[in-house]
Structures are given as C-alpha cells and as structure tokens.
C-alpha cells in the first residue's frame, strides 16, 4: 500500500510519514498536528493532512504553497 508524504521544510526532501493508506484512509485523518521526526533534516517536523498526499498520487501544489484555506 502507498505511504502518506510529506516535504522536509528544511530540505525540500519529500519524506514518508509511516503511515500508509493500508493503516489508515487518508480522507479521514483529523485536522490535527503530527509531529515527525525527519529522518534527512533531524529535526522535528509537525504535519497536518493538508500537508501530505499519497505516494504516486499527484501533490495539490496551492496546499504545499500556503495557498489553500481553512
């Protein structure tokens, strides 16, 4: 099953969060921070589901960018 990305703010890396859409479906994730620690910066990164997207499916740039609201 695919795993739930994110992007390292610090690197631009694009890192799992280990989650996979196997354990959980991504549609019903709360709208709540998760921290994660990032395996390529260090450091610890808090994420929400607007954040992240399913790998091989296509990112929501305007999300990425800030650009959706609330």
Same mark, same amino acid.
Request: hydrophobic share 35%; net charge neutral; with cysteine.
């Given at each position: 099953?695919?795993?739930?990305?994110?992007? =390292? &703010? +610090?690197?631009?890396?694009?890192? /799992?969060?280990? *989650?996979?859409?196997?354990? %959980?479906?991504?549609?019903? *994730? &709360?709208? =709540?921070?998760? &921290? *994660?620690? =990032?395996? %390529?910066?260090?450091?610890?990164?808090?994420? !929400?589901?607007?954040?992240?997207? +399913?790998?091989? !499916?296509? !990112?929501? !740039?305007a999300r990425l960018n800030g650009a959706? /609201?609330?």
């Open positions: 099953m695919p795993d739930v990305m994110i992007q =390292c &703010p +610090v690197e631009k890396a694009t890192i /799992s969060t280990g *989650l996979s859409t196997d354990t %959980v479906q991504f549609e019903s *994730l &709360p709208n =709540c921070a998760v &921290p *994660l620690q =990032c395996h %390529v910066c260090g450091q610890v990164h808090f994420w !929400r589901p607007r954040d992240a997207w +399913v790998h091989g !499916r296509e !990112r929501k !740039r959706a /609201s609330d």
